[in-house]
């Protein structure tokens, strides 16, 4: 039986990545980046206990660090659907809930809200309302929370879901 013979087609060259910027202020292991779609706002957390909201301004990238209270490392991060606000899971099973202060130029936490985290907090996400977030863990959970902060969110216009 004769052997047939298999040609390849060629394939289509595959564009190179470009690096365009290089962002440095953290100094251990980024575990999160999460774009804010509509402001175009970069926020990264890390493992050095840091988180940095990175703002384009032209062709460069300039920081404004979030003070997250914490003593140990960051490891996930969701903006709220509004923008204004932001969550992050910490490996103190510890969820901060972060706002701007335009007094200071910076981002920051309130007391964490309240610990019934068995475990590191891996994943976090805002409810569509933004009122509620939700938290997953280490120890096989997830749980929801309010996120209602008095000097950033306004009334709702609908009812905050029962969680």
Avoid at 45 to 53: F, I, K, N, S
Avoid at 71 to 96: I, M, Y
Wanted: with cysteine; glycine share 6%; net charge neutral.
């Amino acid at each position: 039986m004769p052997r047939s013979s298999c040609s390849a087609s060629p394939r289509a060259p595959t564009p190179a990545l470009t690096l365009l910027h290089t962002l440095l202020k953290h100094t251990e292991p980024v575990a999160a980046l999460q774009w804010a779609p509509n402001s175009d706002m970069l926020l990264s957390v890390a493992h050095d206990r840091e988180g940095y909201v990175w703002i384009r301004e032209g062709d460069s990238w300039t920081s404004q660090l979030v003070l997250l209270r914490t003593n140990r490392a960051a490891q996930a991060a969701a903006w709220a659907h509004g923008e204004h606000k932001f969550a992050v899971g910490t490996g103190t099973s510890e969820l901060c809930v972060c706002s701007f202060d335009p007094e200071g130029r910076w981002w920051t936490a309130v007391k964490p809200v309240a610990n019934p985290h068995g475990s590191t907090v891996t994943a976090v996400a805002f409810h569509p309302t933004d009122y509620l977030v939700a938290t997953g863990c280490t120890d096989g959970h997830m749980r929801l929370f309010t996120s209602v902060r008095k000097r950033v969110d306004t009334k709702p216009n609908a009812p905050i879901p029962e969680p």
